[in-house]
Each structure stands twice: as structure tokens, then as C-alpha cells.
């Protein structure tokens, strides 16, 4: 399953980020996010056994989600992802040793980036998608400029300070979609809440289109 395959499958581009998230309530959050409509969850590499909550999630899920790993910060930690079975790295920054090993093992690739450079960086190293992060911080105006730029069939994702109440303006300026981690998912919360909480990220979604 890759991320084309989903969107055109009709699933919400939106990526769940679920930074925090416990080994013993990974099934179960992925469920209650996949209830609700999100089919691609991340689980960043800061949180607590991350790979044991990503394994766990693709054995379940991965014939219906596009599960994998955030926050990737190395070459083993691509190499680990992919043992696990992950099939999504994602990263906060523009590293192409990481994103070219990522392109090698067939992972879907959605790298960081802030500036035009480290775009064009990602892109040359195998990225077909990339991730404006801290997105809030530079806004919907500053994904315009940079779509002006880059290849037409290179897609923009915006991370950092997303949320339903926003997902309009980024889809608006030119994004293919979003990650949302703590307007959906916080540590502490429990499934149902996050549920809820992605019902109405898929909610206002549909309302857009």
C-alpha cells in the first residue's frame, strides 16, 4: 500500500502524529483512528518503544493504513523502521543520507524542510513528497511562494501547529495535506478521545471538498 494508493482511494490526507504513544495502547489508538477515517499514523521515534508500537500497528493494520515512523533521525533508524515493517518515514529535517537510504529500502518518504534548499535538497535525494515544518510558524502565504518553485509533481505537506481548524487554509495554499499531532493525539489520552477528535478532522475535511 502506498500513500498514492490511499489518496486515491479517497482516505483524508491528513497523517496522524502520535508522539507519546505506549506500546500497550498502540492497537488500540490505531483502531479508534482508523474508525474514524485516518488511514496514515506515525509514531515518532521520541516516543516510549517506538518500533514495538509501529510493529504492532502494521501487524494489525497494515492492510489498511499506511503506518511507520517519525522524528527519523539516522540511517539506523531508517534501517530499524523498515525491520519492523513500517512502511512511512517521516523526519523533521532535510537529511539526505537518511531520506537516499529511505528511497533504497521503498519507504514513503515525507521529509522535512524550511527553505527552498533544503526542499531542492530532499527532492534530489528521493523525496517525492516533503513536509514544511514548523508550518504555523511560516504559514499557508509561504507554501504558495515555495509551490511557485518546485516540480508540479512534488507534494507539500504542512506539520506544526495543524489542525481541523486550520485544514482548509494549508489545503487552500497549495498543501496536499497535514500532519496533526497534539490537536489529535496527546499523551494521556485515551482512544475514544482521540477518536472523537479525529471524527472531526475527517469531518471538516469533507466539508472542504
Known amino acids: ?18 508522539r507519546g504513544l505506549r506500546p500497550e495502547e498502540a ?4 483502531a479508534g483512528l482508523i474508525e474514524a477515517g485516518i488511514r496514515i499514523l506515525e509514531v515518532p521515534f521520541n516516543s516510549p518503544e517506538p518500533l514495538s508500537s509501529i ?21 539506523e533508524a531508517v534501517e530499524n523502521l523498515h525491520r519492523v515493517g513500517g512502511r ?4 523533521p529535517n532535510t537529511d539526505p543520507e537518511v531520506i537516499a537510504r529511505g528511497a533504497q529500502l521503498g519507504l514513503e518518504l515525507l521529509p522535512g524542510f524550511m527553505t527552498p534548499s533544503e526542499a531542492f535538497d530532499a527532492i534530489r535525494a528521493g523525496a517525492r513528497r516533503i513536509k514544511l515544518f514548523p508550518a504555523a510558524r511560516l504559514g ?7 509551490r511557485d518553485v518546485l516540480p508540479r509533481q512534488i507534494g507539500v505537506w504542512a506539520v506544526g501547529g495543524t489542525g481541523a481548524d486550520t485544514i482548509g ?9 497535514i500532519g496533526v499531532g497534539g ?23 469533507k466539508a472542504l471538498a
Open 1 to 18: 500500500m502506498t500513500l498514492d494508493d490511499l489518496l486515491a482511494d479517497g482516505a483524508p490526507p491528513v497523517c496522524a502524529i502520535l
Open 27 to 30: 492497537v488500540d489508538m490505531a
Open 55 to 75: 510493529g504492532a500497528m502494521q501487524a494489525e493494520f497494515g492492510d489498511r493504513a499506511l503506518i511507520g515512523g517519525g522524528t527519523v533521525l539516522s540511517v
Open 88 to 91: 512511512i518515514m517521516v523526519t
Open 140 to 146: 499557508a502565504a509561504y507554501v504558495k511562494a515555495i
Open 169 to 177: 487554509e494549508w489545503l487552500a495554499g497549495g498543501c496536499e495535506g
Open 183 to 205: 490537536a489529535l493525539y496527546r499523551p494521556g489520552d485515551d482512544a475514544a478521545q482521540v477518536r472523537e477528535r479525529g471524527r472531526e478532522l475527517v469531518g471538516t475535511w
